[in-house]
């Protein structure tokens, strides 16, 4: 079994060597390296930092992994943490069977990451056959449409069957974020029309979390580079370039705001929390108002209503926010329009709360 949950050292974009208080610094040379905290490629076990413990083996033989799952969440919670000012979680995502993207009736087959009581790092959907549907990855639900397995690393090599057809994909993710806190978790699932594990289903493979001291650095040129890529024609490349803005942190933000001009102006937070609460107000006409506001500003605040649908114990509320991400999102829109989506969705990520409620952040040692 490779499970890891001592800290090693690697290296971001330079090499170099440094000692740990460095290595977790808040600025200057090396605050970017990233410490591995957790890694498990599940060859024997999974450990009670897991909800769910069930492991299973390929047809293929191959691989042992965390699965099969359908419209299960599974949870990671890991504890005790040290220093840091971002996070990092990689690992492969297996999807299996017939998942069925956009289909007017069978889908759509939605599956999300989300950090435990925080926001939604990716809600996407994928679908195994062009007959059946296209598929919102490497973009987020109603924001992209592609051809079924666009950007899997590797297809019907698990050796998985659906109707005597092969019908498995490897989706390989990387997220790095800003977070500060002594705990993380992330909550993995699939909703929508995802049946049983005989019809679609999912598992994870080489879950790997590691902390950074700080951003990972980008210059102007770089920034310019990952701008063009972010509205370009590959979308892989633009899923890329998105999540690399947001490691880079505040300048990246900062570079964003700039090229999408005047227009995109930061979210006032305490007037956001005010129309959240009065989504749930006695009075129908402050709901209504509450929504209409909502609305209008526009895509930055999607994560955000995301988490309100996901986690309000409120009938009301929860129609209400689904209704709002509706409005805000729509498939099929045009390259300048999905580029600034992609780009205030990572500015949204860069100054999002990450922490768990409950959980405090670090104090840095020295």
Not at 9 to 21: D, Q, R
Not at 96 to 116: E, L, N, R
Not at 138 to 152: F, I, K, N, S, V
Not at 330 to 344: C, S
Request: aromatic content about 10%.
């Amino acid at each position: 079994m490779r499970l890891s949950m001592a800290i090693s050292v690697t290296v971001v974009v330079a090499i170099c060597s440094l000692s740990p208080a460095q290595e977790v610094g808040q600025a200057g040379k090396g605050a970017h390296v990233a410490r591995s905290v957790y890694f498990n490629d599940f060859t024997e076990a999974a450990g009670a930092e897991w909800s769910n413990r069930n492991l299973s083996v390929t047809p293929s033989g191959k691989d042992r992994f965390l699965g099969q799952f359908a419209k299960t969440k599974v949870s990671l919670t890991l504890k005790k943490l040290p220093a840091h000012k971002f996070v990092r979680i990689s690992f492969d995502l297996y999807v299996i069977g017939s998942w069925d993207g956009y289909h007017a009736k069978w889908g759509p087959d939605p599956w999300m990451i989300t950090v435990t009581g925080g926001p939604v790092l990716m809600e996407t959907s994928f679908s195994y056959d062009n007959a059946v549907g296209l598929q919102a990855f490497p973009d987020d639900l109603r924001q992209g449409a592609y051809p079924a397995q666009t950007g899997a690393a590797s297809l019907n090599k698990l050796g998985f069957l659906w109707n005597g057809k092969r019908a498995d994909s490897v989706y390989k993710f990387s997220f790095t974020f800003p977070h500060t806190a002594d705990a993380v978790g992330f909550d993995f699932s699939a909703t929508g029309n995802i049946v049983d594990v005989d019809d679609e289903s999912w598992g994870l493979d080489n879950v790997k979390v590691e902390v950074l001291g700080g951003p990972v650095p980008a210059g102007p040129k770089q920034f310019q580079q990952l701008w063009e890529q972010l509205g370009g024609k590959d979308p892989m490349e633009a899923h890329r370039a998105k999540w690399r803005f947001v490691a880079a942190g505040k300048p990246a933000a900062a570079f964003l705001r700039k090229h999408l001009s005047d227009k995109t102006r930061p979210v006032d937070q305490k007037e956001l929390a005010r129309l959240i609460a009065q989504l749930g107000d006695d009075n129908w006409r402050k709901r209504d108002a509450a929504s209409e506001a909502l609305i209008r500003m526009g895509r930055p605040i999607q994560p955000i209503i995301q988490n309100v649908a996901r986690e309000t114990a409120s009938q009301e509320v929860r129609i209400r926010a689904n209704d709002i991400l509706k409005s805000l999102t729509t498939v099929n829109i045009t390259p300048v329009k999905l580029r600034r989506y992609r780009a205030e969705q990572a500015i949204s990520l860069i100054e999002g709360r990450f922490e768990q409620p409950g959980t405090r952040p670090v104090k840095r040692a020295g």
